[in-house]
């Protein structure tokens, strides 16, 4: 088959890039390993940055978005017997909303299946040909056994972070850190007993009081590498909830209920650089992973692709290749940004065995808690900064 932007991997990257380009009059093909049906169960983020949702409207996928998403002007930061709100809208005029990765993909999918867009769900093998030439191609086995071919203008690698496309980049520069711990996450069938989210730092380990909906809870925990989920009974893991987010202070409750889901997720940062050789461009979890703590991931998915497309539309319909050649360093200015945040949030919340950086930690929060410039900066990387930063 032949196409002008062959994609790899339907994630919110790759859904929303075919999307964009769509929009932009630029024919694309996707192949994703998994089934329309996993992806879009698939629990991951939930917090949108307001240029998130600004281009998401943009581009047609706004109105579940704007009925069921919750607004929220910032979020709760808490140690024991202390919790302050950071309020973005006052510091920034800028917002966040809470709308799960799981509806954005449903929103994506389908809107892409309505223009008819060609996906190919459940492929094996996938490997990317010729990234060098003006006819790079991407190469799978299809869901029925029998090889496929797309033969394109560009291929672009938004297949996450176990994807085949980063290792055709030839000897790329990359930067890792593996942090000592993880997070046990769970989605429960209770009312959040917040009304925005908590961060909190305690002795025992960082805890995150999130959310999906009206009734339906996210929360996660500290735990060590390792952790085996099953040694976490749900008792176990609602004391330590409330220990961590202070449940009794100041007469605040935390709500314990039904756990419908729970697993054990590692963290680390990765930044892969050049995010393009040749035509083959790599967009989202692809070249980058970023500890959860600051919401980024999603967010930076949304931000490469943004700008992308129009980067892609240049190259193919109008024959300019300026935006194109300059799209691996103008997205990586965001990427460091948005790597830098989440280390800096990530290493301020979690605890660790050394006493020291326990009272760095609280001072820090103690800070941003008091000083309006302390919290700004919070504020504008949290609640994002401008596509194109
Ligand atoms: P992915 O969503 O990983 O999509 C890649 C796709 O490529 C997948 O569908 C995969 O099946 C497919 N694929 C892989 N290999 C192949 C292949 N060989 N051939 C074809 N297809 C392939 N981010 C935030 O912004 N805010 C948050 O609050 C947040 N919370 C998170 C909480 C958790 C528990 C986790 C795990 C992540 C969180 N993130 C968050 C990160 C966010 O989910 C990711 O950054 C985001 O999914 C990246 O999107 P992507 O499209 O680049 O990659
Ligand atoms: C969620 C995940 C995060 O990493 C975060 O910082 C805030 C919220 C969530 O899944 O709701």
Not at 350 to 371: C, G, K
Request: with cysteine.
């Amino acid at each position: 088959m032949r196409t002008q932007v062959a994609i790899i991997g339907a994630g919110p990257a790759g859904l929303l890039l075919s999307q964009l380009l769509d929009a932009a009059g630029v024919e694309s093909v996707i192949v994703e390993t998994r089934s329309r049906e996993y992806v879009e169960a698939r629990i991951r983020a939930g917090i949108l940055e307001q240029s998130t949702v600004d281009l998401l409207r943009s581009c047609g996928l706004g109105e579940r978005l704007d009925t069921e998403g919750d607004v929220h002007r910032g979020i709760h930061l808490q140690w024991p017997r202390e919790r302050h709100h950071l309020d973005f809208s006052e510091l920034i005029g800028r917002t966040v909303t809470v709308y799960g990765q799981t509806e954005v993909t449903k929103d994506l999918g389908r809107a892409r299946a309505a223009a008819g867009q060609e996906i190919v769900y459940e492929v094996s093998g996938t490997a990317v040909h010729d990234p060098e030439t003006e006819r790079p191609s991407v190469t799978y086995t299809g869901p029925d056994g029998r090889p496929g071919r797309i033969e394109a203008d560009v291929v672009v690698g938004c297949d996450g972070s176990f994807g085949p496309a980063r290792a055709a980049v030839p000897d790329p520069q990359t930067w890792e850190r593996v942090y000592p711990y993880s997070w046990l996450g769970i989605l429960a069938d209770v009312a959040p007993s917040t009304d925005e989210l908590i961060y909190a730092w305690h002795p025992d380990g960082f805890a995150l009081h999130s959310m999906r909906s009206a009734t339906v809870s996210r929360l996660y925990l500290q735990v060590p590498n390792g952790t085996d989920v099953a040694t976490w009974s749900d008792d176990r893991i609602w004391t330590a909830l409330a220990t961590r987010l202070g449940h009794g202070q100041d007469g605040w409750t935390l709500n314990p209920g039904p756990i419908t889901e729970k697993s054990v997720l590692p963290m680390r940062s990765f930044v892969q650089q050049p995010m393009r050789h040749g035509r083959l461009f790599l967009a989202g979890d692809a070249a980058h992973i970023v500890p959860p703590t600051g919401a980024k991931g999603l967010n930076l998915a949304v931000a490469d692709v943004a700008l992308l497309a129009p980067a892609l539309a240049s190259l193919l319909r109008d024959k300019d290749p300026a935006p194109a050649e300059a799209y691996s360093d103008t997205a990586l200015r965001r990427v460091w940004r948005c790597t830098h945040f989440s280390w800096w949030m990530t290493t301020m919340l979690h605890t660790s065995e050394d006493p020291f950086d326990a009272q760095l930690q609280l001072s820090q929060l103690r800070w941003l808690a008091t000083s309006e410039a302390g919290a700004t900066g919070l504020a504008e990387n949290y609640a994002g900064l401008p596509i194109g930063f």
